[in-house]
């Protein structure tokens, strides 16, 4: 056993230094000789350990996230296949199931469509050929609720697991890939017969999202699949349909194998109020039932996070501007946004905590919406800090009232 542990050790201080090899500037062509020989085969666990062993010694997301493309060439080819004697992945209706049937529908839309559509338009940037590479950078922008589901429903629980850094890293690349596809359809849309910027823009959009089904198929998907519970792949089941899914749907209804999620729930202390308790406030008492009813009927999303920094609730409404899906509760709030955001959440959060600010407005146009998004400290009485509300609303319809009125409508 000791023999098997040195060896796992030695494998991974050998990876460690080859990525760190990478950073330094040596090229992929320099390293995979000695990976080759050094390394006979390396689990999906061993590259999340490495990167986040980095991460934990000060090298920035950023520059793992720089890396992740010379990350997977390099591994390509050495991931041991993991065998189980149930294989979830290959039930239709299952959450992997589904995001794998997605990428096959996304390599599909590049090699049937996107690539002989580029062929012909390097050949002549026609209005028809433009139209028609518009029409597919359209199609792959579906992507985006791909990356939804992955982001806020697969990375909450591999956090809960402490896998930190691939979600960090991955969630940046998915970031630089919504932004190369956003920049080809605008390219695009507004062409002017910049041919070779379009061409160039193209197949580096083409080339991530690839790269990106590479890295899911073989680095994510196995390595959830080892972590998570079948309680949990539940939740992010029941939870998909809120973000949507991207050129195609789940190919069935899955039937976990064994569902007890009440006892599990229990087990972990979430317990459920009764509907016939009170909650006494300044002014007045309501039911549990009464409380979640009315908050939401306001039409208005609330979410609450903690003093600690974890998101607690949020209300559901019928007019929901942002998805909020279950599985964001108990999560660090930090960790519900973007990389390149976070910095802006840790700003908000020490300036309401500290006592700087009471709040942060912010207002921004979606589609055919005007979005009002405010931050609130909540202290109690004594002035102690509680946490942090935010409350949103769509305010074009309030911009856009007029005049008076005293009257009922007419029925």
């Known amino acids: 056993m000791s023999e098997f542990i040195n060896n796992r050790e030695y494998r991974k201080k050998v990876l460690k230094q080859l990525i760190k090899e990478l950073h330094d500037g040596k090229t992929v062509d320099e390293v995979k000789p000695r990976f080759e020989e050094l390394i006979k085969g390396v689990s999906v666990q061993e590259i999340a350990e490495i990167e986040q062993t980095l991460i934990k010694e000060g090298m920035p997301v950023e520059e793992i996230q720089r890396l992740c493309d010379v990350h997977a060439a390099v591994f390509k080819g050495s991931i041991e296949e993991i065998h189980r004697p149930q294989k979830p992945e290959e039930i239709p209706g299952h959450p992997i199931h589904t995001f794998k049937l997605e990428n096959q529908e996304i390599q599909k839309l590049i090699d049937r469509r996107i690539k ?47 896998i930190t850094a691939p979600p960090k890293v991955m969630w940046g690349v998915d970031d630089e890939i919504r932004e190369s596809i956003k920049e080809v359809r605008a390219l695009l849309e507004n ?172 207002w921004i146009k979606m589609g055919d919406k005007y979005v009002y998004i405010r931050y609130f400290a909540v202290r109690d009485n004594d002035g102690e800090f509680l946490g942090i509300i935010e409350v949103t609303q769509d305010i074009k319809p309030i911009q856009e009232i007029t005049g008076e009125k005293r009257l009922l409508d007419e029925e």
């Open 116 to 162: 002989p559509h580029l062929d012909d338009f390097k050949d002549s940037d026609s209005a028809e050929n433009v139209r028609n590479l518009a029409d597919d950078f359209a199609l792959l922008w579906e992507i985006d609720k791909h990356y939804l589901r992955k982001e806020n429903l697969l990375f909450p629980f591999m956090e809960k697991y402490g």
């Open 191 to 362: 062409y002017d017969g910049n041919k070779e910027q379009v061409v160039s823009k193209a197949n580096e959009a083409i080339h991530k999202v690839e790269e990106m089904i590479f890295k899911e198929e073989n680095i994510l998907f196995p390595m959830v699949l080892d972590t998570l519970s079948e309680d949990e792949w539940i939740k992010i089941e029941q939870s998909s349909d809120e973000f949507g899914y991207s050129l195609t749907k789940p190919a069935g209804k899955w039937q976990p194998v064994r569902v007890d999620v009440e006892q599990k729930a229990q087990e972990q202390g979430e317990h459920p109020s009764g509907t016939r308790e009170y909650v006494q406030f300044d002014a007045g008492i309501l039911t549990p039932k009464e409380i979640n009813a009315i908050f939401n009927t306001l039409p208005i999303d609330m979410t609450f996070v903690d003093k600690d920094g974890i998101v607690k609730y949020f209300s559901q409404g019928k007019e929901r501007i942002f998805a909020r899906p279950k599985t964001i509760i108990g999560r660090r709030v930090e960790n519900c946004h973007p990389p390149a955001s976070v910095h802006v959440v840790e700003k908000i959060v020490e300036r309401l905590k500290s006592g700087k600010k009471d709040h942060e407005d912010f």
